[in-house]
Nanobody, 114 residues
Framework: QVQVVESGGGLVQPGGSLTLSCAAS????????MGWYRQAPGKQREMVAQ???????NYGNFVKGRFSISRDNANNTAFLRMNSLTPEDTAVYFC????????WGQGTQVTVSS
């Protein structure tokens, strides 16, 4: 059973930056796919970024070059660097790990406000 834990959320001013971290435990192999979704109040959950263990990445259309996902495959950790944040980025960010199933973290709140 894979367990996923996120960290790094918080309050940031518009235009600021934040880095989220995600650690997946319980797998002796490199996790195939890791990434983040987010969900704002009253909105559907949407994909933010994801990265395969071979380096392929995908980003949500709204990212527009502002975010970057990286991974440490040996330790099954992932990082989401978010720049140029706007209030529209305010949401709960959920990390997931996909390895013979999809496993989710508990979510971390990101609030962009002055």
């Amino acid at each position: 059973q894979v367990q996923v834990v996120e960290s790094g959320g918080g309050l940031v001013q518009p235009g600021g930056s934040l880095t989220l971290s995600c650690a997946a435990s319980g797998s002796s192999d490199s996790i195939t796919l890791m990434g983040w979704y987010r969900q704002a109040p009253g909105k559907q959950r949407e994909m933010v970024a994801q990265r395969f263990s071979d380096g392929r990445t995908n980003y949500g259309n709204f990212v527009k070059g502002r975010f970057s996902i990286s991974r440490d495959n040996a330790n099954n950790t992932a990082f989401l660097r978010m720049n140029s944040l706007t209030p529209e980025d305010t949401a709960v960010y959920f990390c997931f790990a996909q390895q013979f199933g999809t496993y989710w973290g508990q979510g971390t709140q990101v609030t962009v406000s002055s």
